[in-house]
């Protein structure tokens, strides 16, 4: 008996990681060109970096609406692109 993929069945992921890279840098709410898509194991990983918190959530947000069958896990940092927050004394 022959398992053969279903029509239905989601896409190869070779064509899932590209979407998703295309999906990053097109979507206008996003235009990260900074998010690589690496496999691991069986689900797909985020791997970069952002300059906030927030961004990051609306990535993840983004990929998971669009891609909702697929393991997704984020290994996206945050860059410190503001000020220390520590006030500096002033004599």
């Known amino acids: 008996m ?8 989601a896409p190869p ?10 999906l990053l840098v097109e979507d206008p709410a996003v235009a990260e060109q900074g ?3 690496i496999r691991r194991e069986r689900a797909l990983v985020l791997y970069g970096e952002v300059e906030s918190p927030h961004r990051r959530e609306e990535i993840l947000r983004l990929v998971s609406e669009r891609f909702p069958d697929v393991p997704i896990t ?3 940092g945050v860059i410190r692109t503001q000020a220390p927050t520590e006030i500096e004394q002033l004599p």
Not at 2 to 9: K, S, V
């Open 13 to 22: 992921d070779e064509y899932v990681e590209a979407e998703i890279q295309r």
């Open 2 to 9: 022959t398992h053969h993929r279903d029509i239905g069945a």
């Open 74 to 76: 984020s290994d996206i």
């Open 35 to 37: 998010i690589t898509v």
